[in-house]
């Protein structure tokens, strides 16, 4: 089955401890891309990448890194969590149109809290 | 950014009726996606249209895109209790070899039966 996995989809943590979100995807997609979503605020994207080791920021990279060593997996990394990254993430990934991306398969999400 | 932006921010309809909604942008796109949400689940495609497109269609799904106007409609007609979802618009755009995604705040559509 094809899919976008997430883990873990539930975590509390505390300031500074860092964590790390696992993203990982079956379809052999080149593009893959975290976003996080706030009320009020919609879907806000923090990183993507188009495909093996190239990475880009999104629109709120600031807190997070990201690492593309194979083409399966995305991991986004907080290296010291803060309250204001308490949030609901998204991993999607999707093939490369020429000019664009094409339809985006999410994940579950995962729902951080920062304490 | 050039973040897509949904009107209405909700809308409450009865089941049976048709629903709107809009989506503006503001620079030059690559495509145009739809995306539907319910509640704090993973997003869910419905329809991509592209720059060169005015008009797909998809089941009860109707989108337009009026790329003068920088503007996009999701027309859902014969709603149905089970479209009660959040709706999202993302503008794919590229620029310098880079290719951002960017979605907008949603319409929050409720359907009654």
């Known amino acids: 089955e094809a899919q976008v996995t997430q883990n873990p989809r539930y975590l509390i943590t505390v300031t500074g401890k860092k964590l790390t979100v696992t993203c990982s995807q079956n379809?052999?997609?080149?593009?893959m891309s975290w976003y996080r979503q706030d009320p009020g605020l919609g879907l806000r994207q923090i990183y993507y990448?188009?495909?093996?080791?190239?990475?880009d920021k999104g629109d709120v990279p600031e807190g997070y890194k990201v690492s593309r060593k194979e083409k399966r997996n995305f991991p986004l990394i907080l290296e010291s969590p803060s309250p204001n990254q308490t949030s609901l993430y998204f991993c999607?990934?999707?093939?490369?149109?020429?000019?664009?991306?094409?339809?985006?398969?999410f994940g579950p999400g995962t729902r951080l809290t920062v304490l | 950014s050039q973040q897509g932006e949904e009107d209405p921010q909700a809308l409450s309809i009865q089941e049976g009726e048709n629903a709107t909604m809009n989506c503006s942008y503001k620079?030059?796109?690559?495509?145009l996606q739809w995306y539907r949400q319910n509640s704090g689940r993973g997003l869910v495609h419905l329809i991509l249209?592209?720059?060169?497109?005015r008009e797909k269609h998809s089941g009860r799904l109707r989108v337009t895109l009026d790329t003068s106007k920088k503007s996009s409609s999701l027309l859902i007609t014969a709603s149905r209790a089970a479209d009660t979802a959040s709706y999202f618009c993302?503008?794919?755009?590229?620029?310098?070899?880079?290719?951002?995604?960017?979605f907008g705040k949603g319409t929050k559509l409720s359907v009654i039966p």
């Open positions: 379809m052999n997609h080149e593009y």
């Open positions: 249209i592209r720059s060169n497109e």
């Open positions: 999607a990934s999707s093939l490369i149109l020429a000019g664009g991306t094409d339809t985006q398969y």
């Open positions: 993302a503008t794919g755009h590229s620029g310098a070899g880079s290719y951002q995604l960017t």
């Open positions: 990448s188009m495909n093996v080791e190239v990475t």
């Open positions: 620079t030059s796109i690559n495509n």
